[in-house]
């Protein structure tokens, strides 16, 4: 029972008993209200941590296969929507994804790619911060784990810096020479990049998903021609913003491109796998970008480069069974995608949306916009996961924003862009945040102000920047 808390169980069940016995709201069918009862439960008990996201989400799909609630006097074909999700092909592309990231961790291209640039530009703490954060882009466009990007790549080389300049964890009085200045910028680096790809963190293709069922189509290419501007004026700035606020001791690092050099010198020359892990890198990114004119989408991509990373054997199949963080996210993301599009299908957003248009219904679209994506932006304070909190509020605010003549896709490629900024402003709010905060560089109350204060610059830059961009583009 160690990953089972019996107190939240019991408290998100309680939850669940009182939204499905609630009357139903006139507008709304009553097998829609019963499954949101099951959707906010979940979502519930996912913020709680009653038990592991998967399985509350096991939880929730054999809730809503035995109440039939997709399929009222029906069983199996209840069954079989409640399955769904894991037919779903933005599913597949977060899960192969995962495997193909895995090729850059267990080549060691990653962590070339990240000495490379610490060569190059680690002359000083600030250069240091932008050659991490530099590594962090370029592999953001194929690895959507930004924890394994984050946490699995740039942190161990970050932390070791750090240590080499005598910044230690475990002693307090070194921690500000270098290593809290360090880990902050690596932090907000991972959550920009993440921002301007589809690919770049695993909430992104949910988003797309969610837009499209309100019929906005985002390809990979859209998203990173709208994320792109707006992520490299975040990407020059929030460093320069951050060692004005928030500076290191420590300014000169002229050691720093010697280590990278001697790391490099003892990795040797690049193998003939790294090379093919760049080849499948360079096809893949070729695809995502061209193949909308040869009608590949973004999920066969993924198939084509993760057949090639195995044909080639730079990947086993045994690396691909036992990847099982892409095994879970796919088991979890299938549960909440079916139960949110489902919500769709069946009306409840349309209504939800028309009630909260009933409310706000004077504001402009203008005035409407940024209180929808500020709203959105700080409502992340309660939610310890960015997909629980896109799949229980990024449909619904979306609607309600285009229902106020919000720009369809302006709304929709904003909101997407803060399902990963917004993880700057806890130490929960991301998949890379524990790995982080767990160094021990950065006390908790410095995370959380900090996090405020860059949150702010970044609210401040991409509803500008990327909002004047997305207009350049013809997005609206």
């Known amino acids: 029972m160690k990953e089972v808390n019996i107190r939240n169980v019991a408290i998100t069940f309680i939850i669940a008993v009182i939204l499905w016995n609630i009357p139903t709201p006139d507008g709304v069918a009553p097998n829609a209200w019963h499954l949101f009862a099951i959707f906010a439960a979940t979502i519930i008990g996912i913020i709680l941590k009653a038990a592991p996201m998967g399985t509350m989400c096991m939880l929730a799909i054999g809730v809503t296969a035995l109440t039939q609630v997709l399929a009222p006097d029906d069983a199996g ?22 495997f193909i990231a895995r090729g850059f961790i267990k080549t060691g291209l990653g962590n070339r790619i990240a000495f490379i640039f610490i060569r190059i530009f680690g002359k000083s703490s600030l250069g240091l911060a932008y050659g991490l954060g530099l590594a962090d882009l370029c592999l953001a ?15 161990p080389i970050m932390k070791s810096m750090a240590i080499s300049f005598d910044s230690h964890p475990d002693k307090p009085e070194t921690h500000k020479k270098l290593g809290s200045f360090l880990t902050l910028n690596s932090y907000y680096m991972n959550l920009i990049t993440s921002s301007m790809f589809l690919t770049g963190t695993a909430s992104n293709p949910m988003c797309q998903k969610f837009a499209a069922d309100l019929g906005i189509n985002i390809t990979w290419m859209s998203w990173a021609a709208a994320g792109f501007v707006p992520g490299m004026v975040a990407f020059i700035i929030v460093p320069l913003v951050l060692y ?31 090379w093919l892990m760049l080849l499948a890198f360079v096809i893949l990114l070729s695809l995502w970008i061209f193949g909308g004119s040869l009608s590949i989408d973004a999920t066969t991509t993924a198939f084509i480069g993760l057949t090639l990373l195995l044909l080639t054997s730079v990947l086993t199949w045994e690396d691909v069974k036992s990847e099982k963080g892409a095994w879970d996210t796919i088991v979890w993301f299938a549960v909440l995608v079916m139960m949110a599009s489902s919500l769709n299908e069946l009306g409840f957003i349309e209504w939800f949306s028309n009630l909260i248009k009933g409310e706000i219904g004077g504001l402009s679209w203008q005035v409407a916009f940024p209180v929808i994506v500020a709203v959105y932006f700080f409502s992340h304070y309660i939610f310890a996961s960015a997909t629980a909190h896109v799949a229980a509020m990024y449909a619904a605010l979306l609607g309600v924003g285009v229902s106020l003549g919000v720009p369809p896709m302006l709304l929709a490629m904003m909101l997407g862009f803060m399902g990963s900024i917004y993880g700057v402003l806890t130490h929960y709010g991301h998949g890379p945040a524990p790995v982080y905060f767990g160094s021990g560089y950065v006390e908790l109350k410095t995370w959380w102000l900090k996090g405020l204060e860059i949150g702010i610059v970044l609210l401040i830059i991409y509803m500008a920047v990327g909002g004047l961009w997305m207009k350049v583009l013809g997005y609206y």
């Open 244 to 274: 004005k606020i928030f500076p290191p001791e420590l300014k000169k690092t002229t050691d720093a491109p010697k280590m990278a050099a001697q790391k490099l010198k003892e990795m040797g020359a690049i193998t003939k796998h790294e």
């Open 141 to 155: 466009p194929a690895i959507p784990s930004n924890t394994a990007r984050g946490g699995g790549i740039i942190y």
């Open 77 to 98: 074909k209840s069954i079989t929507k409640a399955l769904t999700g894991f037919g779903d092909k933005i599913i597949w592309l977060i899960g192969i994804s995962f």
